[in-house]
């Protein structure tokens, strides 16, 4: 069974930065891209960057390009988002998933909040 488990949001000021963290299990970590996501209150969830399996190709949401950075780390079937000069527009809560053809596959975990605020 797919587990995703997701970490290191908080509270911040606005230009501040976090780092998010998705520890991941039940399936072949190394074989599948894998994506964060955000829900925003009163908003649809929206995908904000994605990575190869392997990790040589990202892409993000234009929102965030030149801000966000995600990563993975297949020996440790984790993958990060590293999220500089953060504004309050930012502030949702943000979830990670695997990726397959058809799209995320695993079942949604609970997700990590992130409050960009003065």
């Known amino acids: 069974q797919v587990q995703l488990v997701e970490s290191g949001g908080g509270l911040v000021q606005p230009g501040g930065s976090l780092r998010l963290s998705c520890a991941a299990s039940g399936f072949t970590f190394s074989s599948y891209a894998m994506s964060w996501y955000r829900q925003a209150p009163g908003k649809e969830r929206e995908l904000v960057a994605a990575i190869t399996s392997a990790g040589g190709s990202t892409n993000y949401v234009d929102s965030v390009k030149g801000r966000f950075t995600i990563s993975r780390d297949n020996a440790k079937n984790t993958v990060y988002l590293q999220m500089n000069s953060l504004k309050p527009e930012d502030t949702a809560v943000y979830y990670c998933?695997?990726?397959?053809?058809?799209?995320?596959?695993?079942?949604w975990g609970q997700g990590t909040q992130v409050t960009v605020s003065s």
């Open positions: 998933n695997a990726e397959d053809p058809t799209g995320p596959f695993g079942s």
